[in-house]
């Protein structure tokens, strides 16, 4: 895209879902949420959640929905998420509020949804993608489908897809254009494509799938577990790494060493099929909630596992709220490890910065030491200018400072005269002397400098809150422990200070600790993304119009930027844009890597790509 007049770019962080799984028994980690999962949610949604009316819609951030229904005489809360690390759906009971202005995704649905009646739950294939139907407002009859909310739950590629009856896409939580996906586009007005299907697998659900494992396997009497694990996964649609593994669990008599080869039992082949794919189909769930061994939720399952102790798994009377508790948590904890871990990040880099600095001071004392050594050398040198000849490297005198009057070596500069010689000693002697009680000094208070920050660390590990992190890092910045200009770029080495060379560009400092910089003119602008900003800053431009260019200073470290910096760096961007005056101004974002200069463009012009927008009001 090119950036009239001044364009940024921002990447938006991309995310990856791990599927976590259980290596051993008594150990649990993370629980994905997989195409099974999805569909015992989609199973308890049915029971639940059709013929309800939709009465209240919220969109607390880019990638999540809230969806309140009234079914069945009771308020129920749907959380639709397409964060790419916890993408999932599933009723909730944490009403979370709306943003200060609804985006614009947030206001289609409104438009399409509110006070209409769900129609249909359902799960594509045994895909991770969940379809929801919703009929006309101010009309009972169920049977006729307006519009169908869409949620693909894939990873970094979550999105949430409003689609009309003829199949157009009306919105999208994430418009992926062109430049991110030449196949697959999701924006308003295009038809809407299914995310393409795994081919030449088989169907887990299928009647001949237990037949068709069973022949895979032929007259095999054991095989390795990881290799079925792998079998399994790439054999069948919708297995995910997680489920193929509770299936080997459930197919291998128990050994000592997983790792190894492990008995099969083939005529056990077609029960395990049944228990699993076979309750799924009759919608004969028994979900649990699994924990860690501090009894934290990880994760919620349709059925007990075998991969993981039956002492960390708790019964559950609904898979929903069962997710729901286990994701409260967890996406917490992620949050605050993403706080916590920044924050970390800036005090131990400080720390590392000034225990470089009292290695430096402790060498400039031992050489202090030395001052009267050098002021000697120099006296020396001088006393046999009429012996020294030009370009020796070395002269052997005599010290007279001795009593016994040895001999000594000096070194000498060859590209310095005699003279000059026993000036460079002296001026070694002047300012070893000199600096012995400054560096003393300076000691002194970067030691002091030293131990706060270790102490901030210790004290950071006990913090249990972002509340508490946010305070510990307003009172490090108040005490200059760490500073708001500090963020040097890693990537180039460049100053945590820029000088701006006489351009006008304007610099804020937000409460997470970061720099935001704004261009105010065009050759500012210029200036700002070809000599300031390095490859993996933030870079921002109003979208189809003329504005600054907005960088925001990363620490090469753009995953971590947190949305709030974002929202207002773009909020500054539409500020200073022609759009100043509207009420809702759409801002584009990317890598400022992505952004370039094309050839004979006017002052602030710019082109850039695999950028990501934002809707802000000035």
Known sequence: ?????????????????????????????????????????????????????????????????????????????????????????????????????????????????????????????????????????????????????????????SNLILISAEGKILDS????????????????GLVYQSPPAQEGRVDPFAADAAAFLAKELGSQTDIAAPELTRLLSDSYSGLSPFLAAELTARLTLPAGDTSGAVPILPAHIASVWDAVFGAAAREEFAPVLVSDERGLPVGAYPFPLKQISEALQQSAESLNFALDDAFTGTVERAGMQAVTGELRGRIAGELKRAERQLQSIAHTLAESERAEEHKQAGELVLANLWRIEPGVESVIVQDYYLPEMPDRILTLNPRLSPQENADAFFARYRKARDSREKETERGGVIGGKVVRLRNALTELDRLGTKEAVASLRTQLLATGLLRVNDDAHPDDGKSGVPDFEGHKIKRFSTPEGYEIFVGETATANDFLTTRVASPNDLWLHVRAAASSHVVIRTQGK???????????????????????HSSLVSVDYTLKKYVRKPRAAAAGGADYQKESTIDVTP
């Open 558 to 580: 753009p995953d971590r930027v947190p949305r709030t910096v974002l929202q207002r760096a773009a909020e500054l961007c539409a500020q200073h844009s022609a759009q100043k």
């Open 1 to 157: 895209m090119t950036a009239p007049e001044n364009q940024p770019v921002q990447e938006a962080p991309t995310d990856h879902q791990a599927a976590a799984e259980g290596k051993a028994k008594g150990k649990s980690a993370r629980i994905p949420y997989d195409s099974l999962t999805l569909c015992a949610v989609a199973a308890e949604l049915r029971r639940l959640l059709v013929g309800g009316q939709i009465q209240d819609i919220r969109q607390p951030n880019q990638n999540e929905v809230l969806l309140g229904i009234r079914s069945q005489n009771r308020n129920l809360l749907l959380a639709l998420s397409a964060d790419a690390q916890f993408a999932r759906v599933h009723l909730t009971t944490t009403r979370r509020p709306n943003a200060p202005v609804p985006p614009n995704f947030c206001m289609i649905l409104r438009k399409h949804l509110e006070d209409g009646w769900i129609r249909a739950v359902r799960q594509r294939d045994f895909d991770r993608i969940l379809e929801i139907e919703v009929g006309a407002r101010d009309q009972e009859d169920i049977e006729t489908p307006i519009v169908t909310l869409i949620a693909e739950l894939m990873g970094k590629h």
């Open 173 to 188: 939580a994430r418009r992926i254009t062109h430049r991110i996906n030449r196949v697959r586009e999701t924006l308003p």
